[in-house]
């Protein structure tokens, strides 16, 4: 698995610094997490995964084009902790500015 972080990590080289930031930091904390799982299914589910992800990225550095919306149906089978830490990601992923504005329009609303 060592091998297709550094690859992911590698290729994260050609992604914008901002991308690039929160790319390499989520994917550092999500490896490390998985040295402690032993289901094999599992451990083959996550390295399939990132390396669709890998061919993602590849594809679209091509053209400068990065990300995609979710399927419908990929958002209905998340847990209720992954959809926290979509949101998570997606807060950490605007704009401060953006953030700010979020925070004050729900702190007016109470």
Same mark, same amino acid.
Do not use: W
């Given at each position: 698995m060592q091998s297709l972080l550094r690859t992911i990590l590698r290729e994260h080289r050609k992604l914008p610094l901002e991308l690039r930031r929160l790319g390499n930091a989520y994917i550092v904390k999500e490896f490390r997490a998985m040295q402690k799982v032993t289901d094999i299914q599992q451990i083959e589910q996550f390295q399939n995964a990132w390396k669709a992800y890998l061919d993602q990225?590849?594809? +679209? =550095? !091509? %053209? $400068? +084009?990065?990300? +995609?919306?979710? %399927?419908?149906? #990929?958002? %209905? +089978?998340? *847990?209720?902790? $992954? @959809? #926290?830490?979509?949101? %998570?990601? @997606?807060? *950490? !992923?605007?704009? =401060?500015?953006? /953030? /700010? $504005? /979020?925070? *004050?329009? !729900?702190?007016? =609303? @109470?």
């Open positions: 990225i590849r594809a +679209q =550095s !091509s %053209d $400068q +084009q990065y990300g +995609q919306d979710l %399927d419908a149906k #990929l958002l %209905d +089978q998340l *847990s209720d902790d $992954q @959809r #926290l830490k979509l949101l %998570d990601m @997606r807060a *950490s !992923s605007l704009p =401060s500015d953006v /953030n /700010n $504005q /979020n925070t *004050s329009s !729900s702190e007016k =609303s @109470r």
